[in-house]
């Protein structure tokens, strides 16, 4: 083959070398240049074609590189034999196929699971990053240890202790992508034969994962204190699945002597465990921090799970568990052959993070911030103060407005919608809704500047009237 011709557009965006390169892989692709043709050589092909030697060269080097050419020395190039080749084709598109129904955008959203984006240090992880893949070391891309970095861990488990009170030595520590994960995780250490019990209302999430894996699931009814251990031990069931230092969505704080019934309640039978969800304990605006359950744990009762969904940035996908003694034992013996989901370069951006101190700067600045925007909401409440009461405003990213008028909670919603505003209601975290429920609606103040919120409190205190 002496030519080849080829329809270049000279005025085109896409440069003419891969004009050419485009063309000849698509020609051998559909069999038009059949395997071990012979190419014409860069030198005819750029006369015939009218364009730079260097182009054609261009061309032919990805092709090579790609596969799809052979160059044969003091011979010429040659079309590859395309058997086994990997290709990449164009899905067509489905015909028929549903299009996703497009999500709202609404202008106020109170959602209690928004964080404030605008405060992520994206220069400092951004350089992290860089820094992580200077040194060319092949070791970041090859599988690394199932229970994740030991760098990561030792960091999360310092900051455990000054933060939290947890004791936890870095081996303890399992790093997963996510509390599902590290939850199914659980399940393959503990095994299936337990009866798992929740606070209601619950975090929904837990309780449909829970079910999925076939765990014998109840719920078990809150007061002011949170979960009722006498209603606990009656229920049957051997796990206990709590949030004592902000129970979502309720926003509950456990007294201490309440976690104190807690820990006797498991400590009297060896097939019983607590798990302490500690999913937003970094935020906290009066009183005194309680440090964790799993601080107070002489018996090796509590499985502390924490997050860094709600410091740092949810797609972040970086969780952790911490396993009493014997169930790391069991993790080891049933689970450690299984890899880790967090990514060694992630694991170590974020080890950095940690270790260089911008972690706990970022958490200054991002407490300040909810603080702030904790107060502005209190303020502009003071005016529902006929018409609804407010409970868990004292830690947390969001809070709870119970109303005692005619209203029900699907009309406080819809009125709210007609605004622009989305507010929610409380409800949906009841797995056993209990006679006489006030509307109770959630409102979460995280991802909602402060000039906003003025506007949208406006607007709801128009609705609600």
Known sequence: ??????NLHTASETPLYEQIYQHIKREIQEGRITSGEKLPSSRSLCKYLEVSRSTVELAYEQLISEGYVEAVPCKGYFAAELEGMYRLDVVPALVGAEEKTEKKEWKYDFTPNG????????????????????????????????????????????????????????????????????????????????????????????????KSLSYDVCTVDMDEKGMKVANLKSSGADIAFVMPSHQYPLGIVMPMKRRMELLKWAAKDPARYIIEDDYDSEFRYKGKPIPALQGYDRWEKVIYIGTFSKSIAPSIRVSYMVLPVPLLKEFQKKSS?????????????????????HYERHLNRIRTLYKSRHDTLMGCLKTFQKICTISGENAGVHM??????????????????????RVYGLSQYYIDPPDGLKPTIMLGYANISEAKMKEAVKLLEEAWK
């Open 1 to 6: 083959m002496n030519e080849l011709t080829i």
């Open 115 to 210: 964080v404030d984006l605008n405060s992520f240090p994206y220069n400092v992880w951004r350089r992290l990053a860089k820094d992580s893949l200077l040194d060319d070391r092949a070791e970041m891309f090859r599988l690394g240890d199932s229970q994740g970095e030991y760098g990561l861990r030792s960091a999360i488990s310092r900051y455990l202790y000054q933060a939290r009170g947890v004791n936890a030595h870095p081996d303890q520590i399992i790093i997963g992508a996510g509390n599902d994960y590290l939850l199914m995780l659980l399940s393959t250490v503990i095994g299936q034969n337990h009866k798992v019990a929740l606070e209601n209302p619950t975090y929904k999430q837990a309780y449909r994962l829970f």
């Open 337 to 357: 052959f299984l890899s880790s989901t967090v990514s060694r370069v992630d694991q170590l951006i974020l080890q950095k993070f940690i270790e260089d101190g």
């Open 400 to 421: 709870l407005l119970h109303f005692a008028g005619d209203m029900t909670e699907e009309e406080l919603i819809r009125k709210a919608a007609e605004k622009g505003v």
